[in-house]
């Protein structure tokens, strides 16, 4: 079961039943030459992910297991990746750890090196047809394992009654466990920031 919290009726704790809880923060990168319109936009959605999640939790309970994409490390090791990567995420996790939060891995280290040798490889623009089937054939089959192991490491992390909080980018077509709910966090700031996108998209489309 999935909720959108950024369209809910502040619901009531005890209309959830017990359970595993997953609470998904779609994840955006603000990057070293990021236009300011967009550096804005981004703030403003960090703000108000804080807000939804400072209201899930006086609700529902603290969070007990907190997950970061790209992340195969747990404990202050971890938290110091997520710092040199992107440092609004970073702030989200953090204030989550310093209440008592365990921060834990979610990245096999194999399978995540391997997904970025391939997707650069696709990147760089291959110019052979026959290496851009093989390369895209390596990718593909490299999300799914990566997807997979995601989503058992998940399952096996968070306990019970626990409540886990994932932070990764749209699109992962991630097939979470059905006993576990899922709650998406869906500030009114994500809408800008996916017409932003939609706007550069057709931007870049009209020069071409």
């Known amino acids: 079961m999935s909720e959108e919290l950024g369209k809910l009726e502040k619901p009531e704790a005890e209309t959830f039943k017990k359970g595993r809880k997953l609470y998904f923060i779609p994840l955006f990168y603000s990057g070293k030459d990021a236009p300011a319109d967009y550096i804005e936009k981004l703030k403003i959605y960090w703000v108000q992910v804080e807000q939804q999640i400072n209201s899930l939790e006086s609700r529902l309970g603290q969070i007990n297991k907190i997950f970061h994409e790209y992340i195969p490390e747990s404990g202050e ?36 090196t391997e997904f970025m040798d391939w997707g650069s490889c696709l990147a760089i623009g291959l110019q052979n047809q026959h290496v851009v089937t093989k390369v895209y054939e390596f990718y593909a089959d490299v999300v799914k394992k990566r997807n997979e192991y995601i989503i058992k490491h998940l399952d096996e992390t968070i306990k019970g009654d626990e409540i886990g909080m994932l932070l990764m980018r749209e699109g992962h077509k991630l097939q979470f466990p059905p006993d576990m709910e899922v709650f998406y966090v869906s500030p009114p700031a994500l809408d800008d920031l996916i017409r932003w996108f939609r706007e550069q998209e057709a931007k870049q489309q009209t020069e071409h």
């Open 77 to 112: 090791s971890g938290l110091k990746l997520i710092k040199e990567m992107n440092s609004e995420s970073y702030e989200v996790v953090k204030n989550r750890i310093e209440k008592g939060t365990q921060f834990e891995a979610l990245e096999n280290h194999d399978l995540l």
